[in-house]
């Protein structure tokens, strides 16, 4: 089946402890993105890449670190969390960016900083 | 599954009865926009998309439409039905590849 997977679902963790959200797509797309997701303000981009060793920030990259050392994965790493990092968190996957129809999005990791 | 506590503009519709959803967007350089559903406890799905030289495209039960003069755009479901209650987003691709979203709709479908 062709999905994007995310793991944790869920995560609570205190200030400055560094964690990795894993996402990884099975469909050998070339574009990946992160985004971040709080009430009111829709998704945010946070970072995309566009194939392995390609990355670029998106809106609100502040905070956060990425890496595409493999096509079919694209960590998203918080070096030191915070509160405001708070948020429901989503990694997409697309054939080729924005010459692709549809971006296909995992099922979310809830993130909580203390 | 996972889902936002959104304080959103929400749209009451009677099940059967047509559906417009709107959506006013930013960036008057953008030349291609996407609406998305998200249902409670998924990610965002990919309905529909459309491209600045075109003012309307049709899908299966939806039809966007395009005003650029206004950066307006909508989403028109036909012959509404429950499964269709969700948060409806518009996105832009402001600059090459990054995509932009609006803050959403919620659509709630009554029998």
């Known amino acids: 089946e062709a999905q994007v997977t995310q793991n944790p679902r869920y995560l609570i963790t205190v200030t400055g402890k560094k964690l990795t959200v894993t996402c990884s797509q099975n469909m050998n797309h070339e574009y990946m993105s992160w985004y971040r997701q709080d009430p009111g303000l829709g998704l945010r981009q946070i970072y995309y890449?566009?194939?392995?060793?390609?990355?670029d920030k998106g809106d609100v990259p502040e905070g956060y670190k990425v890496s595409r050392k493999e096509k079919r994965n694209f960590p998203l790493i918080l070096e030191s969390p915070s509160p405001n990092q708070t948020s429901l968190y989503f990694c997409?996957?697309?054939?080729?960016?924005?010459?692709?129809?549809?971006?296909?999005f995992g099922p979310g990791t809830r993130l909580t900083v203390t | 599954g996972e889902s936002v506590g959104l304080h959103l503009p929400t749209l009451s519709v009677q099940e059967g009865d047509n559906s417009i959803i709107n959506c006013a967007y930013s960036n008057s350089a953008s030349d291609y926009f996407i609406w998305y559903k998200q249902e409670s406890g998924k990610g965002p799905q990919f309905i529909i998309d459309?491209?600045?030289?075109?003012d309307k495209r049709q899908g299966q039960r939806v039809t966007v439409l395009l005003n650029k003069t206004v950066k307006h755009l909508s989403l028109q479901i036909a012959a509404t039905q429950p499964g269709d209650s969700a948060v409806y987003f518009c996105a832009e691709y402001g600059g090459y590849n990054k995509l932009i979203f609006g803050a959403g709709t919620r659509l709630a479908v009554h029998p």
């Open positions: 997409a996957s697309s054939l080729r960016g924005r010459a692709s129809r549809e971006q296909y």
């Open positions: 890449s566009m194939n392995v060793e390609v990355t």
């Open positions: 459309i491209r600045s030289n075109m």
